[in-house]
């Protein structure tokens, strides 16, 4: 009678410790982080697999002070047992901060790859530039507009209707 | 955090990937207004892939309005309170994409014949001199495309008795357009020619068929994947799109005790199949059904009591007319609305010379559209029909 491996869960039992990655922001910090969490994001989903235990996974692109969210984020939606509620005005709470550096969350999720974290610091954004006009939006971002005035007064005209 | 000297608000601004992320999170009347922003932009929200899947990921949107025909060149639009997901409690959503119905030069003039999960099905005026075409609109975006000509193979004048319009956004982002057209062989067979936008021609469906001897087959409505038709007698018939084969469908709820029907609705709202009659010349109460969307029945989804809006507005009582006219009462049921809390759900009630919305719900009313003076004049008091009532729902699905 074959018998197969017992599948991986997220929480721990006394007789399987929880493994843990480390993690170096782009200026020298480490950080640790629980397997089960970090698989959440499929940039260290794919390191971890055809890594070397122990070295720390660099990662050029975040910071610090990122970082050590994003691991909290990770973590919080790694937990077994929380309900959806909760996990909702948590994540709430997460991107009650200031807009620099909600974008900051976008391009670390981004790049790390982590859906559930892109997706909710996404909605944020809409959230705040939906009822903008393309100044305001050009201002947000920073946009320099490469449209001559006749060429922004065409595309105006043609959706006229949507700035009523 | 400032990557190569970019700070990120920027850099995410200059990558396709990430702005396209968040824009197809905002409804589409907020897209329109950003393709100004910068070129990029422009070219994200106006190209294909970000229109269907922002079309498919919207697809529950509800009506932001109804658009009233009083002529093929004049169209009155109606706003629905909040929007049908639209405008997200902001600004209320007064702008509407056209007034007149010119976006083809047709020589023949154009006619709405169906609206279909934001996308108009037109065809022009029958002409002499000129073929009747047909054309799917998307009023949103401006786009549309005309239908290349019916009945290909066949050389014989085909008769088209009917064009219905298939778009589920929750299920693809290309659509269907079923025709019902005559045989060569017999004048008791129809046969259904398919045309799809995903290969943009007409194909022949299944072999010929017969139908009801009353059938009639121009104002079908799409639902749960199907075109249904119905027939005076009350008669139906329904035909699954993607299968492409009849179903059956539960017999109408219709009520035994005949009398004179003064009135007959059969529409489609948001997700929902609704059927109701009105007999009887001062009957002001009435019961809207709804078909179960596993077809095993009809089932009473509102009760309606207009009494109250008979009673505010007297002149809806035409009382130099003998009481059994079936037109003694001047109300016309245009268009039942289902918003997504059921309760909220409105009927579009046409007084003379105004447009109320009754909330099935509480059973309350409130004015939508009062018609200006001169607007009425020439018209009579009663100037629309449920025919000339269509969701207006935001969408940027190609066509």
């Avoid at chain 2, 108009?120 to 009023?139: A, D, H, T, W």
């Avoid at chain 2, 194909?203 to 009801?212: K, Y």
């Amino acid at each position: 009678m074959s018998s197969s491996p017992p599948p991986s869960s997220a929480a721990a039992s006394p007789s399987c410790p929880k493994k843990m990655i480390a993690l170096r922001s782009s200026d020298g910090e480490t950080f640790e982080i629980e397997e089960a969490a970090a698989l959440q994001s499929k940039t260290l989903e794919n390191m971890i697999d055809e890594d070397c235990a122990g070295t720390p996974i660099p990662l050029p692109n975040v910071t610090g002070k990122i970082l050590a969210k994003v691991v909290e984020f990770c973590s919080k939606h790694a937990e077994p047992g929380v309900d959806d509620e909760s996990l909702r005005a948590w994540d709430a709470e997460f991107v009650n901060v200031e807009q620099a550096t909600v974008f900051d969350y976008i391009l670390a999720a981004n790049f790390l790859e982590i859906p559930t974290l892109l997706n909710l610091t996404c909605n944020v954004v809409a959230d705040m530039i939906r009822g903008k006009t393309p100044d305001e939006i050009r201002k947000f971002f920073n946009i320099k507009s490469i449209f001559s005035p006749e060429e922004e007064e065409e595309v105006r005209r043609e959706n006229h209707w949507a700035f009523e | 955090m400032k990557l190569q000297g970019y700070s990120a608000n920027e850099i995410i601004a200059a990558n396709e990937d990430l702005i396209s992320e968040i824009l197809l999170l905002l409804p589409a009347r907020s897209l329109l207004r950003f393709k100004c922003v910068s070129k990029l932009w422009l070219s994200i929200i106006s190209g294909p892939r970000f229109s269907r899947r922002h079309a498919r990921l919207h697809a529950g949107s509800g009506a932001s309005g109804v658009v009233l025909r009083r002529t093929p060149s004049d169209h009155q639009f109606l706003p629905l309170g909040g929007g049908g997901g639209g405008g997200g409690g902001d600004d209320p959503l007064s702008g509407f994409p056209f007034k007149c119905l010119d976006f083809a030069p047709d020589p023949a003039g154009l006619k709405i014949l169906q609206s279909c999960g934001g996308l108009l099905l037109c065809c022009s005026f029958r002409k002499i001199g000129c073929r009747r075409n047909y054309y799917v609109f998307n009023p949103t975006t401006g786009q549309f495309a005309m239908l290349p000509q019916l009945g290909g193979a066949s050389s014989c004048a085909t008769t088209v008795y009917g064009v219905s319009l298939a778009f589920d956004p929750f299920k693809s982002s290309y659509y269907d357009v079923v025709c019902v057209r005559s045989t060569v062989e017999s004048a008791y067979y129809y046969q259904i020619e398919i045309y799809s936008s995903r290969d943009r021609v007409w194909r022949l469906s299944g072999s010929p068929f017969v139908a009801p001897f009353d059938m009639v087959f121009d104002n079908g409505v799409f639902w749960n994947g199907g075109v249904h038709w119905i027939s005076p007698t009350g008669a139906s018939l329904c035909f699954d799109v993607e299968k492409e084969q009849f179903g059956t469908m539960p017999r109408l709820p219709i009520s035994e005790n005949r009398g004179c029907r003064r009135f007959r609705y059969f529409g489609e709202s948001r997700g929902h199949l609704h059927f109701f009659e009105i007999y009887g010349s001062r009957t002001a109460q009435f019961k809207i059904f709804e078909l179960e969307k596993d077809y095993s029945g009809w089932f009473v989804k509102y009760h309606v009591e207009l009494d109250s809006i008979v009673t505010a507005f007297p002149e809806v009582v035409r009382d130099y007319m003998d009481p059994v006219y079936m037109n003694y009462y001047a109300i016309v049921m245009l268009h039942l609305v289902r918003e997504g809390n059921n309760e909220e759900s409105s009927l579009l009630v046409h007084l003379p010379g105004k447009i109320l919305t009754y909330n099935v719900g509480d059973k309350t009313f409130r004015k939508l559209y009062e018609m200006s003076a001169d607007q009425s004049k020439g018209y009579g008091s009663l100037q629309y029909g449920w025919v000339d009532a269509y969701e207006f729902i935001e969408t940027l699905a190609p066509v």
